[in-house]
C-alpha cells in the first residue's frame, strides 16, 4: 500500500488546522479556575460581581461597585515585577468595561469608571505601545 492509499494520512493534515473545540476551551478555563486557591477564586468571583454591578442601572450599585473595585485594586499586594491579581482577573473584562463606559452619560460616575480603565489600560498595552484614554469631558 502506497502513501496514497492511506485514507488517514490524507485527514491528519485537515484535522491539525481546525481550531479546538469550544469544549476543550472551557476545559482549560476551568482548569485555571481549579488552578486557583479558594482566596484567589473568591477574589475573581467578587470582581466579576462587581463588573456586572458597575453595568447596573442603580447609580448607587455602580458607585458601591466601582469603589469596591477601586478599593480592591489599591489594597492588592504584588511584587514590582507582577501584576496584581485583582488588574489580571479584571483583564478578560476590559473591553465589556469600556464599551460599557462609552454609552455613560457625563457624571462622576464616569470620571470614576474612567480612573479604573486607566490602570487596567496599563496592564493591557502591548510591551513599546502606548494606550491612551478615552476623552472625558
Given at each position: 500500500m502506497t502513501a496514497d492509499q492511506n485514507p488517514s494520512s490524507s485527514t491528519a493534515p485537515?484535522?491539525?488546522?481546525?481550531?479546538p473545540p469550544k469544549d476543550l476551551k472551557k476545559k482549560k478555563e476551568d482548569k485555571k479556575d481549579e488552578d486557583l486557591s479558594d482566596e484567589d477564586l473568591a477574589l475573581k468571583q467578587q470582581l466579576?460581581?462587581?463588573?456586572?454591578?458597575?453595568?447596573?442601572?442603580?447609580?448607587?450599585v455602580q458607585r458601591l461597585a466601582l469603589e469596591s473595585m477601586r478599593q480592591e485594586?489599591?489594597?492588592?499586594?504584588s511584587s514590582m515585577t507582577s501584576v496584581?491579581?485583582?488588574l489580571k482577573f479584571l483583564r478578560p473584562h476590559y473591553g465589556k468595561l469600556k464599551a460599557y463606559f462609552e454609552t455613560?452619560?457625563?457624571?462622576?460616575?464616569?470620571?470614576?469608571?474612567?480612573?479604573?480603565?486607566?490602570?487596567?489600560?496599563?496592564t493591557m498595552a502591548a510591551e513599546g505601545e502606548r494606550v491612551g484614554l478615552l476623552?472625558?469631558?
Amino acid at each position: 500500500m502506497t502513501a496514497d492509499q492511506n485514507p488517514s494520512s490524507s485527514t491528519a493534515p485537515e484535522q491539525a488546522s481546525k481550531p479546538p473545540p469550544k469544549d476543550l476551551k472551557k476545559k482549560k478555563e476551568d482548569k485555571k479556575d481549579e488552578d486557583l486557591s479558594d482566596e484567589d477564586l473568591a477574589l475573581k468571583q467578587q470582581l466579576e460581581l462587581y463588573v456586572e454591578r458597575v453595568q447596573d442601572e442603580n447609580p448607587g450599585v455602580q458607585r458601591l461597585a466601582l469603589e469596591s473595585m477601586r478599593q480592591e485594586i489599591r489594597s492588592a499586594t504584588s511584587s514590582m515585577t507582577s501584576v496584581p491579581k485583582p488588574l489580571k482577573f479584571l483583564r478578560p473584562h476590559y473591553g465589556k468595561l469600556k464599551a460599557y463606559f462609552e454609552t455613560m452619560i457625563d457624571s462622576d460616575l464616569k470620571k470614576y469608571l474612567a480612573d479604573i480603565l486607566s490602570v487596567l489600560a496599563l496592564t493591557m498595552a502591548a510591551e513599546g505601545e502606548r494606550v491612551g484614554l478615552l476623552n472625558i469631558p
